[in-house]
């Protein structure tokens, strides 16, 4: 029998608390139907002018009186453990409030009654414990418990100073430099820290200094935080992680002492590694900040920035900081001293992609025909968290549909997953929705395959994923860093295809080109404002601008536009002219292709789906039956000129 751990056998609930109630209450039942019967004090008096009453107790509570003239056996002095429960088999027992009445002695005296005071003493600790120290107890046990399911709000308030700092003993950290994949360049950057926490005394004897702090930069997924500890695991010191929520707080000037905390333990703890994440959480730029000079976040920033001031990296005392948002930093972060070496840790390239899919694919059970570099090639533009999450969706997969392996289809059913969404196949679509998915589909699709430069087309599908009632997959044969004008162009005349070729069908346009629409139109908004591809601002960026008067531009937080109404209507104006013209070319060129149209629309929904090598086919089909080739006919029909968006009409 497997034996559940004591953190997990002893885990508090509720029903504890009800049995300690429960408890409780038995036994004062039980303890009060052992008790004497309480009568009136008139009555109690009546008793001993009676006779009936031999000998009475007297208390602070009590005037306790018994039938009997001896003291119950085990009686020492005149002190009872508790006469109420100590009784002879044949004795009666009576109780009664006192009252201030002075004639109780007399009668007492006249009726030679024997009669002796008490002290609490002998009952004292029992009385004490049931009467105050259980309730206490048990309020105290509530109070805790209600702390944690309110997230631990009041209990903030006792500790408000202490850092919540994740703290990894020396050597507890398993993560190796050969754990991560995909970062070569940064992970060279970082070996110099590793080796300086090793051998701190070949860099001390030369008179070199290592930087104080490094901050890993990079998209959301690209792996700083696996990074950070990897160089925690290779240098085998101490790590101390934190993000940047967690030393702001409702209270003012608890991020501060957070951070005086913070570095106080790490002192203590060097040589060891401190890491904050998401550092732009109290790292952004305090020029033009909306709060005024008492601000909590600002007042954690100056304190951050005083203590990276304050250490000195030869006692191995380094700081990692991580962020997606390099641009709202603080100068005064940024500079040597501070941060002095900013690492990229960017989204893989095809080399990357690939070792990334190995480390991960080595806890899974892989088919044999299972070809991981074609997987990187088409998971262009994926971070390592990406990539991560493709591997187990495809194990998931695999188990959903009773397979011992995961096969090469179940990473690209992942893929496609994790592009387009879930697939929902209990949602039908009528006769008429489901052609005008269709042919939306395929009019992208045609547009990438007659467009120079554009992806290729690895899929075209009218089952519904995610929010879209149909999609085109495309993915990149190779990375991409830089892209040319016609390559933006491409991508206009691609998402408009779908609503042309919806048009053309039905007569009337539909909501479902509403997202095609808004990144076309952002394309060419960009085209215009960010990269300088206008006929009147060529070469000169239209965008916003920092107000700040210190410091770049980029790192305030706050902007305003710098060009006039004028310039904004010609750029509303040129986006507009722009979306005409390609819309012209693009009908013209489905219209020139509308037997191959509606020949892959036909079978699009005869299959539901038309893979790439399929699709191929079709296309070359077509051409070779007369018609001009793809490539043959983009250059007849579309002069694309660099710089000139005029030329592009044909």
């Known amino acids: 029998m497997r034996i559940k751990p004591p953190s ?242 409702m209270f003012v000037g608890v991020g501060a002492a957070r951070v005086r905390d913070l570095f106080n ?48 990296t030869a006692g191995g005392l380094i700081v990692l900081a991580a962020t997606n948002r390099p641009d709202v930093l603080d100068p005064a972060l940024l500079r040597p001293g501070r941060f002095d070496r900013q690492v990229l840790v960017d989204k893989p390239d095809l080399k990357g992609r690939e070792s990334i899919l190995k480390i991960h694919a080595k806890s899974v059970k892989l088919d044999s025909h299972v070809d991981l570099e074609a997987i990187a090639r088409i998971t262009s533009g994926f971070a390592g968290a990406d990539l991560a999450n493709i591997v187990n969706e495809a194990a998931l997969l695999a188990v959903r549909n009773s397979r011992v392996y995961v096969s090469q289809k179940d990473f690209e059913e992942a893929i496609e997953k994790t592009v387009a969404g879930l697939q929902k196949k209990t949602r039908v679509l009528k006769p008429e929705e489901r052609k005008l998915t269709a042919y939306h589909e395929t009019g992208h699709a045609l547009v990438a395959a007659f467009t120079p430069g554009a992806d290729p087309v690895q899929k075209i599908s009218i089952i519904p994923r995610g929010y879209a009632l149909g999609y085109t997959l495309q993915m990149p044969v190779e990375d991409r860093y830089t892209v040319t004008h016609s390559h933006l162009i491409g991508k206009i005349d691609t998402l408009l295809g779908g609503r042309i070729a919806e048009e053309m069908i039905s007569g009337e346009f539909s909501t479902g080109a509403a997202s095609d629409i808004t990144k076309a139109t952002d394309i060419a908004r960009k085209m215009i404002t960010d990269y300088g591809m206008s006929d009147r601002f060529r070469n000169v960026a239209l965008t916003t601008r920092g107000t700040g008067m210190l410091g770049d531009s980029r790192d305030e937080p706050m902007f305003h536009r710098e060009y006039s ?70 250059k007849e029909s579309t002069p694309v000129q660099p710089l000139d968006l005029k030329s592009d009409t044909p």
């Open 8 to 249: 997990k056998f002893w885990k508090f609930s509720l029903i504890y608390i009800l049995v300690f109630v429960v408890g409780i209450s038995v036994f004062n039942r039980v303890t009060a139907a052992k008790a004497a019967p309480v009568i009136d004090f008139s009555e109690f008096k009546e008793k001993i002018v009676s006779g009936e009453i031999k000998r009475v107790e007297l208390s602070d509570s009590w005037f306790t009186g018994f039938s009997t003239p001896e003291k119950p056996k085990g009686a020492t002095n005149q002190v009872f453990k508790n006469p109420a429960t100590i009784t002879l088999p044949s004795e009666k027992v009576y109780r009664t409030v006192p009252i201030n009445d002075p004639d109780i002695i007399k009668i007492m005296d006249d009726y030679a009654i024997k009669y002796y005071a008490t002290s609490r003493e002998g009952s004292t600790l029992l009385n004490i414990l049931f009467t105050w120290g259980l309730p206490i107890i048990f309020f105290i046990i509530v109070w805790r418990f209600l702390l944690k399911r309110m997230g631990n709000l009041g209990g903030g308030m006792l500790t408000a100073g202490q850092n919540k700092t994740l703290i990894v003993a020396e050597g507890d950290i398993a993560t190796r430099f050969a754990d991560v994949a995909g970062v070569d360049e940064a992970k060279e950057e970082l070996v110099e820290v590793v080796d300086f926490l090793k051998n701190p005394k070949k860099y001390i004897d030369i008179g070199g200094k290592i930087p104080k702090g490094v901050l890993l930069v990079g998209p959301p997924g690209t792996g700083k935080t696996l990074l950070a500890r990897a160089v925690a695991g290779e240098a085998g010191v101490s790590f101390f992680r934190m993000s940047g929520a967690d030393f702001v707080e």
């Open 265 to 312: 333990q790490a002192r203590n703890k060097a040589p060891c590694i401190v890491f904050i994440d998401e550092l732009d959480a109290i790292g952004k730029s305090r020029i033009n900040s909306m709060a005024g000079g008492n601000d909590e976040r600002e007042q954690t920033l100056n304190q951050l920035l005083v203590e990276m001031d304050g250490f000195d």
């Open 565 to 634: 109404e004028s310039t904004q209507q010609y750029i509303d104006e040129e986006v507009a002219r722009i979306m005409e013209e390609r819309y012209a070319y693009v009908r013209r060129l489905l219209e020139e292709k509308r037997p191959l149209l509606d020949s892959i629309a036909s079978k699009l929904l005869e299959q539901e789906s038309l893979e790439e090598k399929e699709f191929k086919r079709l296309v070359n089909a077509y051409s070779s039956a007369g018609h001009q080739t793809v490539k043959t006919a983009v």
